[in-house]
T-cell receptor
């Protein structure tokens, strides 16, 4: 069975601090995809990144970076120099290797960036 | 930009009433997903379709919920009869059957916020 665990329910940091959101996953598939989504206070779900299981290269996009480690089944997300606009709920998600497999979401981490 | 459109955005009704939520997927997308979001359970997949055929609705309470795609431009989620525990935000998402590195797998609508009194 597939499972995504986001152990941090809620995190608060002061603006400009770096913050890492943890994601641990379980799957028996050898091919799978991992995702991060952002849900700001307005409620919509915003896609951030997709990573396939064969690509363990870390990804950086501006202030966002992702660390994928198959050895620990983790796909952590770091925001550097956080800003108030980063305040949101962040979801990590997992799907199987078939491209129409369903996506399983973690429970989310609510991130508060304090001014 | 193409968007998934959900209607209504908000719905308040009394328990026992029928509720119908609608979703217009992005033109050309072959997969459609319905999710329910609550504080306790997070985002749960209720049902999903590929080329209008239901692939998996194991997450959906069968006695009162039903999901259909009468045509490629419309997906519906119905609750009959509704109960207070159905209060949640319901998201529809659509996606292309074939991804590439530049495409996101699922595009989400803005959700329907449902309150059952």
């Amino acid at each position: 069975a597939q499972k995504v665990t986001q152990a941090q329910t809620e995190i608060s940091v002061v603006e400009k601090e770096d913050v890492t959101l943890d994601c641990v996953y379980e799957t028996r598939d050898t091919t799978y995809y991992l995702f991060w989504y952002k849900q700001p206070p307005s409620g919509e779900l915003v896609f951030l990144i997709r990573r396939n299981s064969f690509d363990e290269q870390n990804e950086i996009s501006g202030r966002y970076s992702w660390n994928f480690q198959k050895s620990t089944s983790s796909f952590n997300f770091t925001i550097t120099a956080s800003q108030v606009v980063d305040s949101a709920v962040y979801f990590c998600a997992l799907s199987g290797g078939n491209r129409d497999d369903k996506i399983i979401f973690g429970k989310g981490t609510r991130l508060h960036i304090l001014p | 930009d193409a968007r998934v459109t959900q209607t209504p955005r908000h719905k308040v009704t009394e328990m026992g009433q029928e509720v119908t939520m609608r979703c217009q997927p992005i033109l050309g997308h072959n997969t459609v997903f319905w999710y329910r979001q609550t504080m306790m359970q997070g985002l749960e997949l209720l049902a999903y379709f590929r080329n209008r055929a239901p692939l998996d609705d194991s997450g959906m309470p069968k006695d009162r919920f039903s999901a259909e795609m009468p045509d490629a431009t419309l997906a519906t989620l119905k609750i009959q009869p509704s109960e207070p525990r159905d209060s949640a935000v319901y998201f529809c998402a659509s996606g292309p059957l074939e991804w590439d590195n530049s495409n996101q797998p699922q595009h989400f609508g803005d959700g329907t916020r449902l309150s059952i009194l």
